[in-house]
């Protein structure tokens, strides 16, 4: 499977305020690549925190994208993935809605009942870990269910766990020209944070966008 992360942050680094409300960093053409972006991918994965800030929905704005996949003979939007332990997430949530096929991924603590929620809302349930979603099994469980190119698009929660498991190939960064600040905002990679064995990024590609800039990056 190839993994590509993407997020959008403030020249201080930070994915969104405080508050954990969604906040608007890319511009028109930022938001139209990483349309391309889902596109180009077999499903669209975010964690458990971002969608009870944001009520993503995660699929294909462009009708001439949904074309070009359908074309291809691939569904019009990827599918959706939220990583999620308890299997909290609500089943009125945009990300469960019947545009595009949607996976949960649960720990085997997840209640029995919040499982039956899930599957209810016609959610794809994969279990994975414990106590906490082992991103690693996970991954290896949505490429048994055929998804060779995911997208990564946060929080930093998540992206944390991706990159300490090894697990992204490749990531996409906006930076946009606002600061957020604050020491409790989320920033690219929170959990833990590294100590040592720092992950390495290979600067590919750096272009200007809307007002800000987009770095393109190997992970190594
Ligand atoms: N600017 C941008 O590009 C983006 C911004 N955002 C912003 O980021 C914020 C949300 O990020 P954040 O709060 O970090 O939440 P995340 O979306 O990263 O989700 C974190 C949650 O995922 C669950 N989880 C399960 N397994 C794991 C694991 N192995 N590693 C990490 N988390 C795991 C945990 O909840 P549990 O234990 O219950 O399962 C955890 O609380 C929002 O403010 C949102 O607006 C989000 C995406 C992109
Ligand atoms: N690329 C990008 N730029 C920003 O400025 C953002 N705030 C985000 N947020 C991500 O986009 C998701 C919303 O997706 P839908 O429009 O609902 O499909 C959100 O959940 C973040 O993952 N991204």
Redesign the pocket.
Known sequence: MHVVA???MSADGKLSSRRRE?????GPD??AR?DALRASCDAVL?GGG?VRA?D????VEDPDLRAERREAGKPPHPARVVVDTRARTPPDG?VLDDAAVSYVLVGESAPEDRRTVLRDAGTELLVAGDERVDLAVGFAALEAEGIDRLLV???GEILFSAFEAGLVDELSL?V?SLLIGGRDAPTLADGMGFVDEFPALDLKDVERVDDGVLCRYAVE
């Open positions: 993407n997020a959008a969604q906040v608007v960093i890319s930022d938001f990483v975010v971002t944001d993503p929905h995660l699929t945009r698009e946060g929080g906006f946009g």
